[in-house]
């Protein structure tokens, strides 16, 4: 979807009631307040999972646990017809980030950007997931899904996450963020403009948004409402970037790690120190950068391989920068002052050990410097026991992002404005896929019934009717069937503009379908469901 232009807009701007200025703010306390949203075991919270849903009885719940015992088609054939119609399909961001995780509970739910294809087909694989897109990042670690059941879904990407990282479900649910529909959408949004970031407003989040749709094209499971809703995330974010400047001034998480480790210096200078990068990739590369622009003129970066140091060392030809392969990472620590990793490595690279057996840096009574801005962390959290080190990782950076946050918040409220903007074309895109099945049908039906009458027309003519007069009855035909279905196609299409909401929509839609014994959503989602249980099988 195409960015939209526009000029800057203001914070009179009408937001949603789910939109408020304080939701980045307070999204995790108005989900995490509530006893309900917890998911312990999940079918005693079934009713309550939607935020907005109603209070139901004990006896709902017994039916509810009695019907997760059953296979997704045995529900549907013996739960009332309109269970799934009720429902519909939601759109649901799962996971947990800085502000709501601890960094040792994130770095086992990483998943790195090599896999994230793959999750998205093993996500889709379940019963009730039909699209899917991983957000992994330093700072947060999100699935955002087309689920065919909202209760169902939530509870089989939880499984999936508890399977796939370790973590108990119910420790997961203790630091989730979930969120549906509208909801999701506007959190994607947000943390696509920066709003959402332990550093507001720092630009590499857009980045990372956008190497999701990439990583995600060809991808089955990767299109539709989901792919389109990322799309949309880019474009809001572009806007806010170019129509508030929130960006002037912020800081990102490599500036932040290097401004940190330099208030951490004894003379707070990067010129005299003994500075050691290990890993050149996209954020090693961004800490080199920093550390140059912080005054240091001499640094030695360990990678796995030689190339990207190469192309660092062409760029920056001022710099004397000296390359270690990664088997000599111990000996240049130990003739290091500071030490920055940002690694992808699953395990430690520095475990308390190594660390312990490093001599002493330069002057006694100085400790060396670690900041690690990996997840999984590259330095083991044990190290930070040690009397001859400090560890610093992405939570200690509060710091140093709080120092110019207040001016970057006035222009967050105009961001937020923006977001609702971008919000409102993306619901009135996803509400017109709702009406073009029936659409179709409806067309269909009437088709099939002018086809039939004009037939008729010609047998009982005889066959001495010419050519002219049966294009004229044909015309004649679809010139009616036109007329007549102007009128019922205005009430069933989403223009955008307000005029027809979506609940008129669909309460026009199931007329259709009731008074013209058109295909339900139930009878679709049904066939959704056999045919994935059918690819399990095999």
């Known amino acids: 979807m195409a960015a939209a232009g526009g000029s800057s807009a203001t914070t009179t701007l009408p937001t949603p009631p789910s939109s408020s200025a304080s939701f980045r703010r307070s999204y995790q306390l108005r989900i995490f307040s509530q006893p309900s949203l917890k998911c312990a075991p999940l079918s005693a919270t079934l009713p309550s999972l939607n935020p907005r849903s109603e209070v139901v009885s004990d006896n709902s719940v017994q039916k509810n646990n009695i019907a997760f015992n059953a296979s997704p088609l045995q529900l549907l054939k013996t739960s009332a ?149 990322f799309k949309q995330a880019i474009s809001a974010g572009k806007r806010v970037r170019s129509e508030t400047n929130i960006c002037s001034g912020s800081v990102s998480v490599s500036s932040a790690a290097v401004e940190l480790g330099l208030r951490k210096l004894s003379d707070s200078s ?51 920068i000296v390359f270690r392969p990664l088997s000599e990472m111990i000996t240049c620590a130990a003739a290091a002052d500071i030490v920055f990793t940002s690694t992808a490595s699953k395990s430690p690279l520095f475990s308390k050990q190594d660390v312990q057996m490093l001599p002493l840096v330069r002057q006694g009574d100085r400790r060396r410097l670690f900041v690690d801005i990996s997840i999984p962390r590259n330095v083991e959290p044990g ?36 977001i609702h ?78 005029n027809h909401c979506l609940s008129d929509v669909l309460e026009n839609i199931r007329a259709i379908n009731r008074m013209y014994d058109l295909e339900t959503e139930t009878s679709m989602i049904e066939e959704k469901i056999r045919v994935k249980m059918g690819r399990t099988k095999k």
């Open 270 to 320: 990067y010129a005299n120190a003994r500075v050691l990068v290990v890993g050149a990739g996209k954020m090693g590369k961004l800490v080199i950068k920093h550390l140059v622009a912080k005054g240091c003129r001499k640094m030695v970066v360990v990678n796995r391989t030689e190339e990207k140091v190469n192309a660092i060392q062409q760029e920056l030809k001022d710099v004397d």
């Open 383 to 418: 190290v930070s026991d040690l009397e001859t080190a400090f560890v610093y990782n992405v939570d200690d950076l509060e710091e140093v992002v709080a120092a110019n946050k207040e001016a970057r918040l006035q222009k967050a409220a105009e961001a937020r404005a923006i």
């Open 81 to 229: 017809p309109n269970r799934y119609t009720k429902e519909r399909s939601s759109i649901i961001a799962i996971g947990l980030n800085v502000h709501t995780a601890p960094i040792d509970i994130r770095e086992k739910l990483a998943i790195p950007e090599v896999r994230w294809p793959q999750v998205i087909t093993e996500l889709c694989a379940l019963n009730h997931i039909e699209e899917a897109a991983v957000l992994s990042t330093c700072n947060r670690v999100e699935i955002y899904v087309l689920a065919l059941s909202q209760h169902r879904g939530v509870k089989e990407v939880n499984e999936w996450l508890s399977k796939a990282s370790g973590v108990k479900i119910a420790e997961l649910c203790k630091h989730q963020v979930l969120l549906y529909n509208k909801d999701a959408t506007q959190h994607l949004f947000e943390v696509a403009a920066g709003l959402d970031s332990l550093v507001l407003g720092e630009g590499q989040i857009l980045s990372q948004v956008k190497q999701v749709v990439k990583s995600g094209e060809g991808v089955p499971g990767f299109d539709g409402k989901i792919s389109g809703m």
């Open 421 to 498: 903007e971008e919000l409102t074309k993306f619901e009135a895109w996803k509400d017109s896929l709702e009406t073009v099945p029936t659409i179709k049908k409806f067309r269909a039906y009437v088709e099939r019934i002018r086809a039939s009458e004009v037939e008729k027309c010609f047998s009982k003519m005889g066959n001495d009717i010419s050519k002219e007069h049966k294009e004229a009855i044909y015309a004649l035909s679809m010139s009616i069937v036109n007329k007549i279905l102007h009128g019922p196609m205005q009430h069933l299409r989403c223009d955008g503009n307000g």
